[in-house]
């Protein structure tokens, strides 16, 4: 069964084609970065219009890479949340207009589960498993039962990792998105110089908070009387030990909380996904950490950040469960439980 996915729930528009659920035929992508980059963040009304001008472009790029035509496609999987609305609403009309069109039928996927699916993908997955999403909106920790069962164990109470990353990026007066910049000058810094603690949320050992962290770094930059627009007192060649202390300690707050899940819940298997696990350094720090019984896997090269392979894969395995195509006023939704 061949699989036509659409993701546009930020800022990349991308189309793939996919076989039975993993053999990636074609993965488009088209990044908004540049786009994006004066604001130091998404801008949510420049990534809708942008999704509009770039979707029949990656369309057709996906087909052509795929070595297909229209008619070969059996299914078309799109996220439907959580996102942006204005910026899922254009895939998810997409959608819903080439299955109509195609006369072929569409399902609706829930993009942080496919972030998870992208871990899954290439392995034979085993179950109960832990299952982790580090990306630029989310931070979570869940028990895999099965595909598509799941029970929430811990969840940020504040900013998402990949948020925090490019927060503390702009503090240090590095561009949009900030992960692969702090992960470039941590490099050459001390990950020990700064002591930095993450948060430790009372009622769930698993919650994240990275708030505490972030005001840290701040303070560390600007001094103690320090807000968004006072003037940075950091020598430059502080900045690279600020970044290395700062990432070390957010990505051992995650090792730790990940192992600690496998423990309370007997679970020998870790997925992680998501846009933050582009990042050799935290699969660097889980190796040195990792008990010889427990496995941990992440997505393949091009299926950390957002994608629509991962969401094609997903797709395929949702409507072999349950075949029927979701009905045409289905919503788009900026918010959804995994
Ligand atoms: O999953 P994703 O593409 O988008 C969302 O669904 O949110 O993740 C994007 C996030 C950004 O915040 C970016 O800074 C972060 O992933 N990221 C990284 C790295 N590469 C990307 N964070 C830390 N280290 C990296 N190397
Ligand atoms: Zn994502």
Redo the contacts with the bound molecule.
């Keep these: 069964m061949l699989v036509l996915g659409i993701e546009t729930?930020?800022d990349e528009t991308a189309c793939a084609v996919v076989k039975s659920g993993n053999h990636i035929l074609s993965n488009i992508i088209a990044s908004q970065i540049g786009l994006h980059k004066d604001y130091g963040g998404v801008y949510p009304e420049l990534a809708s219009r942008s999704h509009v001008d770039n979707f029949i472009p990656v369309l057709k790029e996906s087909l052509k890479e795929a070595c297909i035509t229209a008619q070969d496609i059996n299914l078309i999987a799109v996220s439907k949340a959580p996102g942006l609305i204005g910026s899922i609403t254009i895939g998810l009309n997409a959608a819903k207009a080439l299955s109509l069109a195609w006369n072929i039928p569409y399902v609706g996927v829930n993009?942080v589960e496919a972030?998870l699916y992208a871990a899954m993908m290439h392995v034979n997955p085993t179950f109960p498993a832990i299952g982790v999403v580090l990306?630029?909106?989310?931070t979570f920790i869940v028990k895999i039962n099965a595909l598509g069962s799941y029970e929430m164990l811990g969840t940020t109470v504040d900013d998402a990792i990949?948020?925090s990353?490019?927060k503390v990026a702009l503090m240090l007066d590095l561009p949009y998105?900030?992960?692969?910049e702090?992960?470039k000058l941590a490099s050459q810094g001390d990950p020990l110089k700064y002591s930095f603690k993450a948060g430790f949320v009372k009622n769930n050992p698993l919650h994240f908070s990275f708030s505490g962290i972030k005001t840290n770094v701040l303070y560390a930059v600007k001094g103690d009387n320090a807000n968004k627009h006072s003037p940075t007192i950091l020598p430059e060649e502080e900045k690279k030990h600020l970044a290395a202390s700062f990432q070390h300690c957010v990505f051992m707050d995650v090792i730790r909380k990940t192992l600690k899940a496998c423990d309370l819940h007997g679970c020998k298997t870790i997925f992680l996904g998501?846009?933050?696990t582009?990042?050799q350094t935290i699969k660097n720090l889980f190796k040195k950490q990792l008990p010889p019984h427990i496995q941990v896997h992440y997505p393949k090269k091009g299926l950390s950040?957002?994608n629509a392979a991962m969401i094609a894969g997903l797709g395929y395995h949702l409507y072999q469960k349950n075949p029927i195509s979701d009905p045409l006023d289905m919503q788009a939704a900026p918010r959804m439980p995994i």
């Design positions: 729930t930020c993009h972030h990306s630029g909106g989310h990949g948020e990353f490019d998105p900030g992960g692969p702090i992960e998501g846009g933050v582009q990042s950040l957002d």
